[in-house]
T-cell receptor, first 118, second 117 residues
Framework: AQKITQTQPGMFVQEKEAVTLDCTYD???????LFWYKQPSSGEMIFLIY??????QNATEGRYSLNFQKARKSANLVISASQLGDSAMYFCAMRGTAGGTSYGKLTFGQGTILTVHP | EAGVVQSPRYKIIEKKQPVAFWCNPISGHNTLYWYRQNLGQGPELLIR????????DSQLPKDRFSAERLKGVDSTLKIQPAELGDSAVYLCASSLVQLAGAYNEQFFGPGTRLTVL
């Protein structure tokens, strides 16, 4: 079974500053993928960034980067230069690869509400 | 390119009534997912289809929930009868799974917010 833990129910950040959202995971799969999604108040899940368990370099997508520490089983999201539009719920998620017990479905954490102050 | 379409966006019903949600995935996507998201929590998978076959429905409460994906395109999720605890957002997602790797991005629809009174 897979488990995602997000220990920060809410985070506040000043506009233009960087913020780190924490995510730890647990899985018995050898190969897996880690995702971050943003969910604004409109409700739609927006894909932000992906990290494969065998990727040697941390993933980056524009202002988003994923601080992947495999030995510690953590996959923290770093948002640089925060903007007011970044205010939303953020979810960390995991999926196993074929042959594993959790192939196909995404397992989500409970989310972190990010509020960006002007 | 059109995204995942869901309808209705909102639904309010009395308990014990039936309700149905509809999802139209992104054109060409072979895999379709239904998730349920309770307030303040992350989504949880209810059922996953590969084409028209339900390949993972282990989390679907089969006594009252049913789903179908005719012709491997649109899908309908039904609850009959609805209970108070079914109040949640029901999200549909789709992906194009060509290789059995971890990176098969799931695209989500806007969801249907169900309120059971």
């Amino acid at each position: 079974a897979q488990k995602i833990t997000q220990t920060q129910p809410g985070m506040f950040v000043q506009e233009k500053e960087a913020v780190t959202l924490d995510c730890t995971y647990d899985t018995s799969d050898q190969s897996y993928g880690l995702f971050w999604y943003k969910q604004p108040s409109s409700g739609e899940m927006i894909f932000l960034i992906y990290q494969g368990s065998y990727d040697e370099q941390n993933a980056t997508e524009g202002r988003y980067s994923l601080n992947f520490q495999k030995a510690r089983k953590s996959a923290n999201l770093v948002i640089s230069a925060s903007q007011l539009g970044d205010s939303a719920m953020y979810f960390c998620a995991m999926r196993g690869t074929a042959g594993g017990t959790s192939y196909g479905k995404l397992t989500f954490g409970q989310g972190t509400i990010l509020t960006v102050h002007p | 390119e059109a995204g995942v379409v869901q309808s209705p966006r909102y639904k309010i019903i009395e308990k014990k009534q039936p309700v149905a949600f509809w999802c139209n995935p992104i054109s060409g996507h072979n895999t379709l997912y239904w998730y349920r998201q309770n307030l303040g929590q992350g989504p949880e998978l209810l059922i996953r289809y590969e084409n028209e076959e339900a390949v993972d429905d282990s989390q679907l409460p089969k006594d009252r929930f049913s789903a179908e994906r005719l012709k491997g395109v649109d899908s309908t999720l039904k609850i009959q009868p609805a209970e108070l605890g079914d109040s949640a957002v029901y999200l549909c997602a789709s992906s194009l799974v060509q290789l059995a790797g971890a990176y098969n991005e799931q695209f989500f629809g806007p969801g249907t917010r169900l309120t059971v009174l």
